[in-house]
């Protein structure tokens, strides 16, 4: 079971960026999936979740209107296009899966998640 994201770059401030995470090994088109980023130093942090359906999504607020989630699960594939990037959105951003289907109250938590890809660093310039 391999989790793959994808996507990462060197951007402008205001620019944007569409990353993907690649699921191989098992199908995860009916959990919940979810993107984390991490700065060297600082706790992972909670990006955005979309239940296995993709029709519920959840936001960290500083990211509310110039992130969007999707996932497409016919290709067994999860987005994250980052519209209007900032320097402090520099980071190592994460997919992850867990086993339910539906999101509950403790989504934003990094334990929630049972299924981890490796990072891919994304950096805003000034």
């Known amino acids: 079971v391999q989790l793959q994201a994808f996507g990462g770059g060197l951007v402008q401030a205001g620019g944007s960026l569409r990353l993907s995470c690649a699921a191989s090994?098992?199908?995860?088109?009916?959990?919940?999936m979810g993107w984390f980023r991490q700065v060297p130093g600082k706790e992972r942090e909670f990006v955005a979740a979309?239940?296995?359906?993709?029709?519920?999504?959840v936001y960290a607020d500083s990211m509310k209107g110039r992130f969007t989630i999707s996932r497409d699960n016919a290709k067994n594939t999860l987005y994250l296009q980052m519209n209007s990037l900032k320097p402090e959105d520099t980071a190592v951003y994460y997919c992850?899966?867990?086993?339910?289907?539906?999101?509950?109250?403790?989504?934003?938590?990094?334990?929630?998640?049972?299924?981890w890809g490796q990072g891919t660093l994304v950096t805003v310039s000034s």
């Open positions: 979309i239940n296995w359906n993709g029709k519920s999504t």
């Open positions: 992850a899966a867990d086993r339910a289907a539906y999101y509950s109250g403790s989504y934003y938590l990094e334990g929630t998640y049972h299924y």
């Open positions: 090994g098992r199908t995860f088109s009916t959990n919940v």
